[in-house]
């Protein structure tokens, strides 16, 4: 890419985006039809977010795969010491492209079913989707903390805005949980800052901190990621959130805001607190455990479909962390391997709930019934995302959860029984829902004359479903790219 910022490019595209559509509406007033305005603004920004997705494959291009460190790495100097400064590694590399992947997804899902406020809505997403990479590129502490925490204001917007009945509460509590978690990492940060005398993440990195100080960083670390990732338990604002959520905002909930949880224990838990990660290694199995084994347990009692995959959710961020404190190299590419996937599969799921609720504006299990008779479609894509969902071989959900245990099994035989256990319990919740939902007699007046998908729902399933099935047969896509990466998080640990 020669001297071309191609990182700035790709995580400010979509701001310069929402501040055209912003410049464009206010420049034309209230002037012709509103509901047409909202559906240019939304194309607008599909866009960009389009544009987006096109950039970061230009970035996949330039990224050289056995390249050790961080790669096209852009530092500007801020203030006081600061830098602006971003780079990639193999794990971020992915999150962007899975970041700028379900944006637009999201977006072209929200034709027809958001019609109020379209063009603040699309604002909202875009400028979410900028805070997310910077999230994932960000080689600065207090830069990572700006697009962290700013990152909470467009998704509080989506869910108070354009959420259900219970908006308000949700979005509140989603709000107050993972400020009160960052803060105590926003302290860290400052004491990391006197300490070290840099805010600069890979020098950090290799910066040795005394083990006594490195357990207080490391709780205040957790506090933030286990909220974001969540952890049991301090999980109970995802169901919520989720709910309430229109549905393209539980696909970016899901698929991309968890995985910050899971980035910041390989980014900053293990290789700048590797005494502590260790010592508190039987509090992430034990804690990962009961998430798996609960969370299964709450997701096959839901009545709502929405709230079962949200827990279904909880339960596989347990496998992420199991994963990550394995110290394994296998655990670890299982880890990153399973936010991948899990990105592509919980968004889908959500996008299918979002297809019937969209056309019978219910979500209770209860409502459906017999879904295969009428659209046989929509039940060959929901059976197949359901199976991965379950880890069926051939499917990447299965990858990543064979992997995370093997390594698990490695570090602790009881920790990977558990999480064998869930498996059962996952296959138990989601083949009930799809029963439920899919097969048996139609008995709700409302489905008899549903219709089948349509070409734009297709157009928002299909390239997930294609990932999805891709990663299950070809993992090593995943595993060439992140490997750099593992090993350098496990550097520290292992003494290596």
Known sequence: MGNFPILTAVTFLPLAGALLIMLVQTATGKSGDDAERGRQSLMAGLIFSAATFLASLVMLVSFEVDAPGYQLVEEVSWFAGVQYKLGIDGMSLLLILLTTLLTPISLIASFGSVKERVTEYTIAFLVLETFMIGVFCALDMVLFYVFFEAGLIPMFIIIGVWGGAERIYASFKFFLYTLLGSLFMLAAIVFMYMQAGTSDITQLANYAFAPEVQTWLWLAFFASFAVKLPMWPVHTWLPDAHVQAPTAGSVILAGILLKMGGYGFLRFSLPMFPDASQFFQPMMFALSVIAIVYASLVAFRQTDMKKLIAYSSVAHMGFVTLGIFSFTEVGVQGAIFQMISHGLISGALFLIVGVVYDRTHTREIAAYGGLVNKMPVYAAIFMLFSMANVGLPGTSGFVGEILTMTGTFQASTW??????????????????????????EVTNPALETIQDVTLKELITLVPLLIGTVLLGIMPNIIFDVTRETSLRALQMITGG
Not at 423 to 433: C, D, Q
């Open 415 to 440: 920790a990977a029984a558990g999480a064998a256990l869930g498996v059962i319990f996952s296959a138990v919740y989601m083949l009930t829902l799809y029963r439920r939902t899919v097969f048996g």
